[in-house]
């Protein structure tokens, strides 16, 4: 079945950490990628997104993705995190309508 | 402020009632959609509305549930005789265009609760 899977459910790390988080996805053709976090008791915000083009992507926050075409796969990383990162982060692609297929989340804890 | 006005935040319902989740678009944007966030799993999309119009309920449950987006107004989710497993935090999103070639842009979401 065609899907995005977030390969880290819950992921713990100390503050000034590196961050990778891992999101593949199983459509074929073209896609458009995204990243998005949600702070605890808020809404999503979108952090990052691949149309076309330069496949290292920038975000707000110090966040950057990587989109490897090959490998299908949209890896969300920070070289150094904050506590105030703390937070659930969802990958997730759309096609030509618009609706958006997201990964299952992982939970981001940082430790102060 | 998201921009995305979504109503009530919170939704407490017994066995067999009716909800009605209330969802206003930024201003601009005529294409909403709707996903449900249920405990411990990630969004799955719903339903895909514009105007007066439904595109794509791939995602709608069969039964109790429907969703309009009249041409006045706010879209409207509606879950008739709700059942305890209707317990979710419901995420509305819109965006200008309907091609995926824009972001969409969430509201606060209503948490839904069944007695």
């Known amino acids: 079945a065609q899907s995005v899977s977030q390969h880290n459910h819950h992921v713990i790390l100390s503050e000034a950490a590196s961050l990778e988080l891992g999101c593949n996805y199983s459509?074929?053709?073209?896609?458009?990628l995204f990243w998005y976090v949600q702070y605890p008791g808020q809404h999503l915000q979108l952090l990052l997104k691949?149309?076309?083009?330069?496949?290292l992507v920038k975000g707000i926050k110090g966040f950057e993705a990587e989109f490897i075409k090959s490998k299908f796969s949209f890896n969300l990383r920070k070289p150094s995190v904050q506590w105030s990162d703390t937070a659930e982060y969802f990958c997730?692609?759309?096609?030509?309508?618009?609706?958006?297929?997201f990964g299952q989340g992982t939970t981001l804890q940082v430790k102060p | 402020n998201a921009g995305v006005m979504q109503n009530p935040r919170h939704l407490v319902r017994r066995r067999g009632q009716e909800a009605r989740l209330r969802c206003s678009p930024m201003?601009?944007?005529?294409?909403v959609y709707w996903y449900r966030q249920l405990p411990e799993e990630g969004l799955k999309f719903m339903v895909y509305?514009?105007?007066?119009?439904?595109?794509?309920e791939s995602g709608m449950p069969k039964e109790r549930f429907s969703a309009e987006f009249p041409k006045e107004g706010p879209s409207i989710l509606r879950i008739q005789q709700v059942v305890r497993g209707d317990s979710a935090a419901y995420f509305c999103?819109?965006?200008?265009?309907?091609?995926?070639?824009?972001?969409?842009?969430f509201g606060d979401g209503t948490r839904l609760s069944i007695l």
């Open positions: 999103a819109s965006s200008p265009q309907g091609d995926g070639n824009q972001p969409q842009h």
């Open positions: 509305l514009q105007k007066e119009n439904i595109i794509d």
């Open positions: 201003k601009g944007h005529s294409h």
């Open positions: 691949y149309f076309s083009g330069d496949p």
């Open positions: 997730a692609v759309t096609r030509n309508t618009g609706k958006l297929i």
């Open positions: 459509y074929g053709g073209t896609v458009n």
